[in-house]
């Protein structure tokens, strides 16, 4: 039996005390099981840093309660003081001690005792960064701080760590570099993390399991190939996934969108609130003066192209390696590739072109 490492249970909170209308989380509940890495994913402002926060002891939660290892550590008559909880973090600008070399951050606040001192160093080796022991965080690349930080948050022992953003501030190789080794690197000191970004491919690439925010409230928590196999509803299609996303018509019992009919079993019902959720490469792009939809922004992507086209307010982004390109401001027909899938929500029925 798998055991959780930390549950949070009908969690709320607000920065105004029982103002229940102005919430910044609003009933979460998750649990994070023993090694296990989880995303906590959702666009600047959904609550967040907010939930990290009330992991780490920092705030008091107005309802609903957080249990570490079993035991309550936070509730609404009790918060148990950081120091005490045995979390690690690892905050988005690292919060080294300027004053301090790598070794003296890195043995904060432990003691110093042998296996302390011992595991102190083993992380500094396994993380490649024992050589620059006696650096000063001046001295460092923003790459080597986060490794710093790192260490520093394992060294007390510590099963839990939460990663506020911590890669944000780093350029794209050493960004996929240190982000491909965190797992690993939990795994050789058997600890769990909770890691909050906006970004999702870093959350899909490397968690367990992730948690969709928006607006304080949990929209999808389950593993990488579900969310992207069974996004529960508009929100989670069209920010985790970027789809495209459009309005569904009846006419004649049939099935329409923008760019063709749908196929659907006739015996499917569905409301006129129902949106057709289909990938850019589901579609083709052609250039005809008699199309209804115009090209409005076109960006490089190496091998192809993506645009956007728009019709009547509505926008569809397509990728294609089609020559030669089209221009801003060309019209083009938008045709689905026959075969492939699309799905309608909230029905969740799906089909194919």
């Known amino acids: 039996m798998v055991n959780s490492e930390l549950e949070i249970q009908n969690l709320s909170h607000s920065f105004e005390p029982r103002q229940s209308n102005n919430l910044v989380l609003n009933d979460i509940n998750l649990s994070i099981e023993e090694g296990e890495l989880v995303g906590l994913l959702g666009p600047s402002g959904c609550g967040k840093t907010t939930l990290l926060r009330l992991i780490a002891g920092f705030e008091k939660p107005i309802q609903g309660l957080i249990k570490k290892n079993g035991q309550i550590i936070s509730d609404i008559n009790f918060l148990l003081p950081p120091e005490r909880r045995h979390i690690g973090m690892v905050f988005q600008d690292y919060a080294l001690f300027p004053h301090l070399n790598v070794w003296d951050n890195v043995c904060f606040g432990i003691t110093k005792i042998k296996t302390s001192i011992e595991r102190a160093e083993w992380l500094l080796s396994l993380l490649g960064i024992y050589e620059l022991k006696g650096r000063y965080p001046h001295e460092l690349s923003g790459g080597q701080s986060q490794r710093v930080a790192l260490a520093r948050a394992l ?112 015996f499917k019902l569905i409301s006129n609130k129902s949106v057709c959720m289909f990938d850019k490469d589901s579609i083709l792009i052609e250039p005809s003066q008699n199309g209804y939809y115009q090209v409005i922004a076109r960006e490089y992507r190496i091998n192809y192209y993506t645009y956007t086209v728009s019709f009547r307010g509505l926008k569809v982004r397509v990728d294609s390696n089609f020559h030669p390109t089209l221009d801003i401001g060309d019209k083009c027909l938008i045709k689905p590739i026959p075969g492939r899938e699309f799905l309608v929500l909230p029905e969740k029925i799906k089909s194919f072109f």
């Open 155 to 266: 060294a007390p022992g510590t099963s839990l760590v939460l990663l506020d953003e911590p890669f944000c501030s780093l350029d794209v190789e050493v960004r996929s570099r240190l982000r491909s080794e965190l797992s690993s690197v939990l795994k050789s000191c058997s600890a769990s993390a909770i890691l909050v970004t906006h970004d999702p491919h870093e959350a899909l690439a490397i968690c367990d399991r992730v948690a969709v925010m928006k607006g304080g409230d949990i929209q999808q928590y389950s593993n990488p190939s579900d969310i992207v196999s069974n996004p529960t509803n508009v929100f989670v299609g069209k920010f985790v996934l970027q789809k495209n996303i459009l309005p569904i018509q009846s006419i004649n019992h049939t099935y329409y969108i923008s760019i063709g009919e749908l196929n659907l079993p006739e």
